[in-house]
């Protein structure tokens, strides 16, 4: 599995851009200076770096060390500090009630056999009151093909997020297709489910 990762990320380009994804970006008013973040397999660093941007502390953990590598880089050019770590999210200690935000855009690495524990470690590491932010991909995305997961089993349906989350207040939940352009890896119209979800205080 690090192989593939490694690989897709050992171009010296960056494979989904620079800039935040425009989901989260568009989600700024939820965020606080001095919030502590989860930025979960995280890349290159596009969505950690705009996070640290915005004043967050901000914990980046990604399974390829190649991709921190060039998440690094781009840390130092913009000035701002990321705690990196490696390691692989599925049998990572999360530990509990740690971060006040987590975001994970496009995590979809977990099948359906994987998704529950890896959801229940995300549902235990937020505090109370805290923020999940996500965006993913529908299994529609498979007749697009402009990134994302080859099964769909790997993919998001709302039906999906609303049982994972139940526990939650579900502030924003929205299936939709748009047009996307991060990088040459995630390009054209695409299949994409949208969620902030609360943590109950």
Do not use: C
Request: proline share 3%; aromatic share 12%; net charge negative.
């Amino acid at each position: 599995m690090r192989e593939f990762w490694d690989t897709l990320y050992g171009d010296e380009a960056y494979v989904y851009g620079t800039e935040p994804n425009a989901f989260l970006a568009s989600q700024k008013n939820w965020l606080k200076p001095g919030q502590e973040v989860l930025a979960m397999a995280d890349g290159e660093g596009r969505n950690g770096v705009w996070l640290a941007e915005q004043g967050l502390k901000v914990h980046a953990v990604d399974f390829s060390p190649i991709a921190q590598a060039k998440a690094e880089h781009l840390a130092k050019a913009r000035g701002v500090e990321i705690a990196f770590e490696q390691a692989d999210l599925l049998n990572w200690d999360w530990g509990a009630d740690r971060y006040d935000v987590i975001v994970a855009i496009f995590v979809q690495f977990a099948d359906s056999r994987a998704r529950p524990a890896l959801f229940a470690k995300m549902r235990r590491a937020l505090r109370r009151g805290g923020l999940l932010i996500l965006q993913g991909y529908r299994p529609e995305q498979l007749k697009y093909g402009t990134g994302g997961p080859s099964s769909a089993d790997n993919m998001y349906t709302e039906a999906i997020l609303r049982e994972a989350f139940a526990e939650f207040e579900i502030v924003h939940l929205s299936e939709h297709d748009d047009f996307i352009s991060e990088g040459y890896k995630h390009h054209g119209m695409s299949a994409l489910i949208d969620m902030v979800a609360r943590k109950p205080a």
